[in-house]
């Protein structure tokens, strides 16, 4: 396996048809990304930030092209493959933190290593030991109704990365917040991705914020561009 590349894309396309219309939103697009790196792909609405998020994450499959992750093609694996590499080798954060109401802070980060198989044990450590990492501690008891906003985001980034994922793929999650609570958010999940050499691919409409990964890209006309 080459080890200065752990995801690339070739020649990725996604086109959608309603009816006769064609909407081409990615256009042969390429992007190689290393591991341990942080990557922010900015764009205007619309512009297939989002898109190209499902595409990396076995979320959706191209049209065209492929995603490439630790040298394997992701279109040529089984679906059960897929759902492997997808629930074991990547975490999600998304702009809604979609945690579940009736459980606490603790319960909600550790909830996919118990669905992957971690013992209730491994699973509480893991989630209390990233919750105090992302400045939790004092909060692992408490139901989201009761967190801030970038509480409740920084508490879903604990659950994207319970399993230990090789690649953190974050779209928008500071769409919800303020300036303040925002560089908080992303100065933090820095940290993590030095203490566990994670692999950052952040998509952000905040040219600030993106400011602040190893590389920058720009998404327009369906095609990547450095800043």
């Known amino acids: ?30 992007l190689t990304v290393a591991p341990g790196e942080f990557v922010a792909i900015t764009g205007e609405s619309g512009s297939g930030k989002s898109t190209l998020m499902h595409l990396l994450g076995c979320l959706d499959e191209p ?3 492929d995603v490439l992750f630790e040298s394997r093609s992701l279109k040529s694996l089984t679906e059960r493959e897929r759902d492997r590499v997808r629930n074991e080798r990547f975490g999600f954060v998304f702009q809604f933190h979609h945690l579940l109401a009736e459980f606490n802070a603790l319960e909600n980060a550790a909830l996919p290593g118990l669905i992957g198989g971690l013992s209730r044990k491994d699973a509480w450590e893991r989630s209390e030991r990233l919750l105090t990492d992302l400045r939790l501690k004092d909060r692992l008891h408490h139901r989201p109704g009761k967190l801030s906003g970038g ?40 940290e993590q991705q030095k203490k566990y050499n994670l692999t950052v691919i952040l998509v952000t409409h905040d040219t600030h914020i993106a400011k602040t990964a190893d590389r920058q890209l720009v998404l327009e006309a369906g095609m990547l561009a450095p800043v």
């Open 1 to 30: 396996m080459n080890q200065t590349v752990l995801m690339e894309c070739r020649r990725l396309r996604k086109t959608y048809r309603s009816g006769d219309e064609v909407l081409d939103v990615l256009k042969g697009l390429d």
């Open 63 to 65: 049209s065209e092209g």
């Open 151 to 190: 509480e409740q985001q920084r508490v879903a980034v604990a659950r994207a990365m319970v399993n230990n994922p090789a690649v953190l793929l974050m779209d928008e999650p500071t769409g919800n917040l303020d300036a303040a609570n925002s560089h908080e958010l992303i100065s933090l999940v820095r």
